[in-house]
């Protein structure tokens, strides 16, 4: 017996809309500038929560094989070919203000807005549900995994009808507001302490008031981490270990821990100290590219995967102050610019992490910046970081229950006299899309209309 309400129509995403497919193009024709005769370009980078409009490149219209590929508001961008972790992302588009067509990484899904709203389809494709059974559907290669759209097609929905759609929008939309005014809160609170990084070397200068940069390998040592394998499963010690989803910017989140199989030689090698900095050396979005954050002894021993970089201060040197200048503006445009783009996924090694140039100040001022990080840690950790946790948290937990009708089992009962002729629009329009409609019956909560007769069996209406 289904746990979804009766009115929920179950159907394959294939009968809810068509896929729009991607653009490959060659380097040399890509320029970062608007012109005559060309066209903007998103790419997987562009995927995240909101479309990044920022960094766009620009191709010939003449690559466009039909007007399908000019993007609408409303379109659904999906990561088909990247990493395993961000393969199936997706993106709405809204607002575009400018004419753009999709890279060849991505395929786009534009929605039949009888049957379903954009924004609906959106929430639900990019729940966590959803979104693992994307990567667990994906073909995975060395490098890279790959989402065929003709499985994706055949992934089926429970479809409210579009009230309740919108109402469970309306719900999710106000939720997402929350965490966005609350991820702005941590925002502004962290510019303090970039301000006083900025002030704790501004005595450290050279010729002509500059400051004076120095190598990062001048005052920290940085080494790679295990690669995982599954010959470790064999390895004769197993500890748990850092990956990059444990890794934030400025912060960890140790809540989901995994085990690896290591040797003693291995553990002594790589097992982490208090004070170490993770650095995360390969992300499909640029902007996460080299984020880091400080290791505190949280658990012992722990080691980490290699897509994680360890910086290790020197004696004398305060890992506040470093943190602080690789998650500075200094050390983003570094890594960037530095940087290796290999299938959508941009990567650093420990080379490029060593030749990192920054300003060092004295001993005395890290050590003063480091005791004012903490003042200001103490604002943004306990309060602002956990309620965002816990923002996000409950958004998660919202859309298990709205994809399930349970967040809206009030509201379908205080519109039960609308809700069974919208049903019938929507299965007459599902049955011309080509999905197979079975008979309808009629919710208990719901009066019959002459629309829902009663399909039930005679011997069972008679008892």
Not at 20 to 42: H, K, M, T, Y
Not at 85 to 94: F, N, P, R, Y
Not at 141 to 154: E, G, P, Q, R, V
Not at 214 to 222: C, N, P, Q, T
């Amino acid at each position: 017996m289904s746990d979804f309400p009766q009115l929920w129509r179950k159907c394959a995403l294939g009968t809810l809309g068509k896929s729009i497919s991607g653009l490959a193009f060659r380097p040399q024709d890509a320029v970062n500038s608007p012109g005559p005769e060309l066209i903007a370009c998103f790419r997987t980078s562009n995927i995240q929560q909101e479309l990044d409009k920022r960094d766009v490149l620009f191709i010939p219209r003449s690559l466009l094989r039909n007007d399908r590929q000019v993007l609408r508001d409303g379109d659904i961008l999906i990561s088909t070919a990247n990493s395993d972790t961000l393969v199936g992302k997706c993106v709405i588009v809204e607002n575009l203000e400018y004419e753009a067509t999709l890279g060849g990484f991505i395929t786009g899904f534009r929605v039949n807005p009888s049957l379903v709203s954009p924004r609906f389809f959106f929430f639900w494709l990019s729940s966590p549900i959803i979104q693992a059974r994307l990567r667990a559907l994906a073909r995975k290669t060395t490098n890279i995994a790959n989402l065929a759209m003709s499985d994706f097609a055949k992934i089926e929905i429970h479809l409210p009808p579009l009230s309740e759609q919108r109402r469970i929008v309306e719900i999710l939309q106000e939720a997402e507001e929350i965490r966005r005014l609350r991820a702005e809160a941590e925002t502004k609170t962290a510019e303090l302490i970039p301000a006083m990084f900025h002030r704790a070397y501004a005595h450290s200068t050279g010729k002509g008031g500059r400051p004076k940069l120095h190598r990062l390998e001048e005052i920290a040592d940085v080494q790679g981490g295990i690669q995982v394998t599954r010959t470790r499963e064999n390895a004769p010690l197993k500890v748990p270990y850092l990956r990059v989803a444990n890794v934030q910017r400025d912060g960890l989140n140790l809540e989901d821990m995994k085990e690896i199989g290591v040797t003693e030689a291995e553990l002594e090698r790589t097992r982490l100290q208090k004070g170490d900095i993770l650095v995360v050396e390969g992300h499909g979005n640029a902007d996460e590219l080299g984020r880091a954050a400080v290791w505190m002894g949280e658990i012992d021993p722990c080691t980490h995967q290699n897509h994680l970089i360890r910086v290790r201060c020197k004696p004398g040197y305060d890992p506040a102050y470093l943190l602080s200048m690789l998650n500075s503006a200094l050390g983003r445009r570094h890594f960037l610019t530095a940087g290796n783009t290999t299938s959508g996924l941009k990567t650093i090694s420990t080379g490029i992490v060593r030749n990192f140039r920054m300003p060092v100040p004295s001993k005395e001022s890290m050590t003063k910046f480091a005791e004012l990080r903490e003042a200001v840690s103490d604002l943004t950790d306990p309060g602002l970081r956990r309620a965002s946790l816990r923002s996000k948290k409950l958004i998660d937990s919202l859309s298990a229950h709205a994809f399930s009708g349970q967040l809206t089992a009030d509201w379908r009962e205080a519109n039960a006299d609308q809700l069974p002729r919208e049903a019938l629009e929507r299965d007459a329009a599902l049955k011309h899309a080509g999905a197979v409609i079975p008979f309808t019956t009629t919710p208990e909560n719901i009066n019959p209309t002459a629309e829902f007769r009663d399909n039930s069996p005679k011997e069972k209406r008679n008892a």
